[in-house]
């Protein structure tokens, strides 16, 4: 059974800092590994797909890096502003499913 | 193209109430999942359906729980005698092509909170 692990659990930093967020799984026969962004009382916005051939995807400030075989994926966030606060969710889309991780929650102070 | 529809965004019910959640998909999706958030935990698969079928309920407790997704309307969630253990946020989503060892994209929610006293 897939399990998902995100580190840390949450993270508070300065404005303007680059960050990274961790993910990592246990079984590496994924399809693909995607990120999402969670605001408080919304729903899930996807942000970066990983299709399992691809080693990484960018988007804007986003870069996220996977490494299939050992079961790995960073989210990048470069030049962080406070708009960036939210949970960022890890899932893994596998044989049975989406699997996704707890979560990271970030605070980006002004 | 409006996104993927929940309502109600907050419910509040008593042990023993039943609780009914819907979602409409994004227009020209025919696949919808159904996912629990408890509190500090990940979002959970429960159902996968498809017009007037159930495909996959393995994440979906055994009883009590119940979905569809009929030919015309949106799909359902309900959650019969409902206990404080069932207080979670839950979403749908959906996809165009065929799910859950599909490639394709899903689509979330906004969400339903449900609270149970």
């Known amino acids: 059974k897939q399990e998902v692990t995100q580190i840390p659990a949450a993270l508070s930093v300065p404005e303007g800092e680059n960050l990274v967020l961790n993910c990592s799984f246990t079984?590496?026969?994924?399809?693909?590994l995607q990120w999402f962004r969670q605001d408080p009382g919304k729903g899930l916005t996807s942000l970066l797909l990983?299709?399992?051939?691809?080693r990484e995807q960018t988007s804007g400030r986003l870069n996220a890096s996977l490494d299939k075989s050992s079961g790995r994926s960073t989210l990048y966030i470069a030049a962080s502003q406070p708009g960036d606060s939210a949970t960022y969710l890890c899932?893994?889309?596998?044989?049975?499913?989406?699997?996704f991780g707890k979560g990271t929650h970030l605070i980006i102070q002004p | 193209n409006a996104g993927v529809m929940q309502n109600p965004r907050h419910l509040v019910r008593r042990r023993g109430q039943e609780a009914r959640l819907r979602c409409s998909p994004m227009?020209?999706?025919?696949?919808v999942y159904w996912y629990r958030q408890l509190p500090e935990e990940g979002l959970k698969f429960m159902v996968y359906?498809?017009?007037?079928?159930?495909?996959?309920e393995s994440g979906m407790p055994k009883e009590r729980f119940s979905a569809e997704f009929p030919k015309e309307g949106p799909s359902i969630l309900r959650i019969q005698q409902v206990v404080r253990g069932d207080s979670a946020a839950y979403f749908c989503?959906?996809?165009?092509?065929?799910?859950?060892?599909?490639?394709?994209?899903?689509?979330f929610g906004p969400g339903t909170r449900l609270t149970v006293l």
């Open positions: 989503a959906s996809s165009v092509q065929r799910g859950q060892r599909s490639t394709d994209t899903q689509y």
């Open positions: 079984d590496s026969a994924i399809y693909n």
């Open positions: 990983i299709q399992s051939s691809q």
């Open positions: 899932a893994v889309r596998g044989a049975d499913g989406l699997t």
């Open positions: 227009k020209g999706h025919s696949h």
């Open positions: 359906l498809q017009k007037e079928n159930i495909i996959d």
